[in-house]
């Protein structure tokens, strides 16, 4: 629209310049010359008398003096001194617009001789103006339901100034939920959208308070601010769509005020008030607001004023249609004003270049000549301009006989860019102006510029143990921003750091898509995590590489049964508590440990009581494993009982491993520690204790800390039984002092101890009797109250 204004001007400043040529029959150009808008009246401009290269005498003498345009007196010439002066301050807005560059065309002419003499002034653009909001309060209603990424657009500012002095970019005030970007319109303007960053919650927060501004470019920068008020709604989850999301429409330019362009029509699957939808236009300019109304009702699209071809060739606008619950959608009107001239200026394309080579600055694209089959009738509608859209990097050079060299600017890059479309756009200089635009499309072709990138710095990937081999178990990939064979990528295990790591017995990948698989079954128990790092290269000349991180977790299974420290299960020599008949209820018999190898779940370990000779005597505490007693024992209890106790683990499926206690009841004591050997029928027996313990030991290194506690308890036991053997007497272990509570398994479970004096009668034969058993009878208990005695019974 800018583009076409300033065009039209142009058009208008090169006939008059053709009138007075031919007025005079002579014509020669001064200047051009600048000055900024705003400066002082009776600024000095330039020396007319040097630039016309005669003397001030004969200045005065031929009556030399400026003619303007309109026959406005914006210059006036010191006849003294020869000196363009500023006859009244100039605002660049006020003369030309938004049209850069600014441009007053005046003439000197001088008589006796006649000679005219055609000049030019630059109004300079200076930021005088600021951005306004056409609207000081902008209302949104979003849904809460609104994804992130959404973009909502807003209302632009206006900023009467020029090229950076115009609004260069759009801030907005802190919240956490969105952020502005600043986008470009096809003419160049800029405009805000939000961007949703994080989840709406009406019921948290029902509204929001922004602070919307735009600022210039200038220095200092000039800015504007508006407020944004955003209403949070509830979810309405259709919103209306147009039957298409483009309209392409065109309009006769001599079309009258109130003539239909088009009608536009959407449609929302919701129903009541959430299905009615309303018509309007979106972020229009002001061009547009004054040129299009729309029917918010029926979506009629109607001319507010005639449309002008060589002013503004075509409109671009989004219609938004919004229904009742707030949600909204767009349709893009492109509007071509079609000339009603029928013979406009044609384009022929000599020699074209595609695709063009990125990195090569330049580079000719195009050849291509203009004509006009106006120009034998009449001079004026043959002369024709020639020009590109801005903001491309390209240059257009004219050269002889009509001929135009197109060219780039500067290096492409491919990536940033892979085709232009460049439209050339032809004028004739006739009335009315009669334009034609021919559009060629160059590609850009790749070179090997972009090293592959991988989607993420490492990788974590988990997979099960014990795996069926050859299972895949994730996928790496990288991009190329390049094409064709540079942006093909193959990829490759690189060599590990570690050497010990037999990588290539572990892992395979797939050059071609990333895929990564295991090449044998895992263990758990032997390998839990190992890294290496997957290379991806393209195919380009020279190739480019990158490379990535890649942890592999091993998951637990549970393949691993529980394994019972203790109580030592011996088929030939059966473990044996002794129990006194006068326990009370809950009395600690003993206490089940068991590790399993596995982690987790699968190493949380449970006890259960299965089978007893006595049901209801006995229970087992599920959680820590302690036997104890139930309830008062009595005289018809039998003096033998067996336990069969299972211990589960928390996998899926369970394992398990069972446990099986003889009890016997005795009159008077018990026994907390681990029962003596039978040396003298199993003389083995001592050198199996001590296995045992080593048992223990390594067992103690590959499980979990919290069971070293129980393990050396354990361990120590053993020691202590394997010394009491070899001793053959009596003796009194080691231990806790009586009556004192012990943390058994470390897990804060409190059992009682007790101490016992044991005797054997041994011979020189090698065998061993039981003597006697003397209870020493602590003074406080862990469980009921006990009597004490200032004697120990003897058996």
Request: glycine fraction near 6%; hydrophobic fraction near 35%; aromatic fraction near 6%.
């Amino acid at each position: 629209m800018e583009t076409a204004r300033m065009c039209n001007l142009r058009q208008r400043q090169v006939l008059a310049f053709f009138v007075l040529l031919g007025v005079s029959g002579a014509g020669a150009e001064l200047g051009p010359y600048s000055i900024e808008e705003e400066t002082e009246r009776g600024s000095f401009v330039a020396n007319l008398g040097k630039d016309l290269g005669v003397e001030l005498a004969e200045i005065s003498s031929r009556r030399a003096r400026i003619i303007s345009q309109e026959n406005k007196e914006h210059l006036q010439l010191n006849i003294q001194s020869g000196d363009l002066l500023i006859n009244e301050k100039l605002d660049r807005e006020e003369l030309c617009g938004p049209i850069e560059p600014c441009v007053l065309h005046f003439q000197v002419l001088m008589e006796n001789p006649l000679e005219v003499f055609q000049a030019e002034l630059r109004v300079m653009d200076i930021n005088d103006c600021s951005p306004v909001f056409s609207e000081r309060e902008m209302i949104l209603r979003i849904p809460e339901n609104s994804a992130l990424g959404n973009t909502f657009p807003l209302n632009n500012a206006l900023d009467s100034d020029v090229e950076i002095n115009n609004i260069q970019t759009y801030r907005l005030s802190s919240n956490s939920h969105f952020l502005v970007v600043t986008s470009n319109r096809s003419d160049g303007r800029k405009y805000p959208e939000l961007v949703l960053q994080k989840e709406l919650d009406r019921e948290e927060e029902p509204e929001l308070r922004l602070t919307l501004t735009a600022l210039d470019g200038g220095s200092p920068p000039r800015s504007g601010t508006a407020h944004v008020l955003i209403e949070v709604v509830d979810s309405n989850d259709n919103a209306p769509e147009f039957q298409q999301p483009t309209y392409r429409v065109q309009i006769p330019e001599n079309s009258p005020a109130g003539s239909l362009v088009l009608t536009v029509s959407a449609n929302d699957l919701d129903s009541g008030d959430n299905g009615k939808v309303l018509y309007a236009l979106s972020r229009p300019s002001e061009d547009i607001s004054k040129t299009l109304e729309v029917n918010p009702v029926t979506g009629e699209i109607q001319l507010r004023k005639e449309v002008d071809f060589e002013t503004i060739p075509s409109y671009e606008v989004d219609i938004k249609a919004t229904d009742g619950g707030g949600l909204s959608g767009k349709c893009t009107l492109l509007l071509q004003v079609v000339d009603v001239n029928d013979n406009a200026p044609e384009v022929m394309i000599s020699a074209l270049t595609s695709p063009v080579p990125e990195n090569s600055p330049d580079e000719v694209v195009a050849v291509f000549s203009v004509r006009d089959p106006d120009s034998a009738n009449n001079g004026k509608n043959g002369k024709m301009v020639c020009y590109i859209q801005e903001n491309l990097p390209f240059l257009l050079k004219p050269s002889l006989d009509n001929f135009y060299i197109l060219m780039t600017e500067g290096a492409l890059d491919r990536e940033s860019r892979a085709e232009y479309n460049i439209t050339i756009t032809v004028s004739d200089l006739g009335t009315p102006r009669l334009t034609t635009q021919h559009t060629i499309t160059v590609q850009v072709s790749d070179i090997n510029d972009n090293a592959p990138a991988f989607t993420q710095t490492s990788y974590t990937m988990f997979v099960h143990e014990n795996n069926s081999p050859a299972l895949h178990i994730g996928t790496i990939s990288a991009t190329d921003l390049d094409s064709g064979s540079n942006a093909h990528i193959t990829y490759s295990l690189l060599p590990p750091q570690d050497p010990q790591l037999a990588l290539a017995t572990l892992i395979s990948i797939n050059a071609e898509n990333g895929q990564l698989f295991a090449l044998r079954a895992l263990d758990y128990e032997a390998l839990q995590a190992f890294e290496f790092h997957v290379g991806a290269t393209d195919q380009g000349s020279p190739a480019l590489s990158s490379q990535a991180l890649v942890r592999v977790v091993v998951l637990d299974d549970n393949d691993n049964e529980p394994f019972v420290l203790y109580p030592l299960q011996n088929a030939s020599a059966p473990y044996t508590e002794l129990l006194p008949r006068a326990a009370e209820p809950g009395y600690l018999i003993t206490k089940v440990v068991a590790v399993d190898r596995d982690s987790g779940q699968n190493a949380w370990l449970s006890f259960q009581l299965l089978k007893a000779t006595e049901p209801g005597l006995f229970s087992v505490w599920a959680h820590n494993g302690e036997v104890r007693t139930t309830r008062l024992l009595s005289e018809r209890d039998v003096p033998k009982h067996r336990l069969l106790l299972l211990v589960k683990d928390n996998g899926d499926p369970p394992r398990s491993a069972s446990v099986t206690l003889h009890v016997l009841l005795v009159d008077g004591f018990s026994q907390p520690y681990l029962p003596l050997p039978d040396v003298a029928h199993n003389p083995a027996q001592g050198e199996e204790d001590v296995l045992t313990l080593y048992l223990v030991i390594a067992l103690a290194s590959v499980s979990s800390l919290f069971l070293v506690s129980v393990l050396l308890f354990v361990g120590v036991r053993l020691c202590r039984r394997a010394r009491e053997t070899s001793l053959g007497g009596c003796s009194v272990p080691e231990g806790h002092f009586p009556g004192h509570l012990v943390d058994v398994s470390g897990t804060g479970t409190l059992s009682q101890s007790y101490q016992y004096e044991v005797c054997l009668m041994g011979g020189s034969s090698g065998t061993s009797d039981f003597k006697f058993l003397k209870p020493i009878y602590p003074e406080v208990h862990a469980y009921g109250s006990q009597s004490n005695s200032d004697e120990n019974p003897t058996f």
